[in-house]
């Protein structure tokens, strides 16, 4: 730099009486700031701009833009990039210590026992349910973060009604009361299991629509639908930045994916890259979750009972999807608004309600329940759609598990209780079943048969069967008990050869004796 360009400088720094250190620019910007961390050790800034008030992560892009726009405005042209980055650190440094400890939301937060939806618009609105009513109002104390890839939600309206949006889903009528208290229940950010919606049908029958309706429902974004990510890492990227996810035409699950779509169900803390090189940001990975496929992809029992089956019907004419599109979009605040009416009525009633024989998913069961009143439907329509779609889903899943097929058959005509180890086990299914290639898919070693009868307990309950791990004597047996009174589908060994998979054995087939 020449001597003269150093001169000019000084006097610049003389006429605007600014000395060019980060201090004084962090001193002036927290005059109108606030610092603050939040549950997972996450440093954030809030600013107060006339009536707005945003909220930023100190390591988030948006967060960067902000403060340099000031950073330009307080030194003018004397602003330097390593300056900048020096003040971002001493930012960084004051709210990890001197920080307000906060909690920070994606979309939807709970304070004091309300639930508050953002609408992610320019003016900072939310909506705030209580148990008494929704109203539209400013951004004050709540913090809710902000993904590049979310959209402005539109600003509901009273009055409405569910037919509208009964209307879009090509489903009979017991899936569609599904479909809806999904929303519901994903409006509510309840901190507990999110449920996952299921949407089968074949080509042409709506689901992709649908899907993408439910989406601009729950949180609208630049990419609505995605394919299914092939590793638990990139799901629960997805699931950390996004309040619902949602993946079209999936053709298959792996039971290694199947185990990661239950923990982001339930939810499980993770960690992905920022938009800034070397900045990792951390949080609960949970959302609720839809998938669309032409069959059924799901085979493992634990996703089952976390899931809603639902099934798509042939469209009777074909709309056009521009016009189905704009009417979606023109009903869509007065449907919004009927949903938070159901939210209204789940925050008043959730702690009332008594639901006989609870689900797996027994909060969303709950939630739902309470939610009726505000959606316009009579007492328990919730649960008989829920209770029907779980035992469908129960048996149709029964016909497809050659392990618990097997074991209905084993079962059948004996004594009550059968105690065996699990090598004793392994033999006696293997004799029961002579149906040679049925046998190539039962496991073939103690340990893969007791693994598999813990997977499948829940689904063998179903079929009126009670899996036990029992110790006696030192050794470690499994009694399979049929239960009293309990519904046992009838099991024909010459049937199987329809329901076998066309894919690869789970198991190896035993190798011959050489005897």
Known sequence: MSNNHQDIKSKKNETN?????????????????????????????TIKAGNLTKHYLLDDHDGHLHIHREFQNY??????????????????????????????WHRVGWVNGKVCYDLT?????????TDKDWTVKSQSDIIFLRSPDMLPQCTPVKGGTLENLEALLN?????????????VYGLMNVSAPNPILLMRGEQGTGKTFAA???VSLLSPTSASLRMLPSNHEALAALALKNRVCAFDNVSAISDKLSDSLCTISTGITASVKTSIPGIVTTGKASCPIIINSIHDVVRRPDLLDRSLNVLFKQLEER????????????????????????????LANKDKVAVENMPRMADFARVVTAAESGLGWPSNTFMQAYAGNIEASAKEELDNNMLARAVLLYMKGKKASQRHTATEWV?????ECQYEPWKMHLPVSPISLSNELARIAPLLRTGGLEV?????????????TRIEGAWTPDVQEESFGRYLPKVKPMFAKPPKSKS
Not at 75 to 101: C, H, M, R, T, W
Not at 171 to 183: A, N, P, S
């Open 17 to 45: 009486g600014l000395k060019p250190n980060a201090a004084g620019f962090i001193e002036k910007l927290l005059k109108t700031s606030s610092l603050w961390k939040d549950q997972y050790r996450r440093v954030g800034i």
């Open 75 to 104: 030194y003018k042209d004397e602003a330097d990039y390593s300056l900048f980055q020096e003040a971002i650190i001493l930012l960084k440094n004051k709210a990890v210590y001197e920080g307000e400890p906060k909690q920070s």
């Open 121 to 129: 618009n320019d003016n900072w609105e939310m909506v705030e349910c």
């Open 171 to 183: 489903t009979d009528e017991e899936d569609k009361k599904l479909i809806i208290g999904f929303l």
């Open 212 to 214: 993408g309706l439910l």
């Open 319 to 346: 709309i056009d999807s521009e016009k189905l599109t704009q009417f979606a979009e023109n009903t869509k605040p007065h449907t919004l608004g009927v949903l938070f009416d159901g939210v209204v009525a789940a």
């Open 427 to 431: 033999r006696e299914l293997q004799h």
């Open 468 to 480: 036990e791990r029992i110790k006696s004597d030192g050794s470690r047996a499994i009694r399979i």
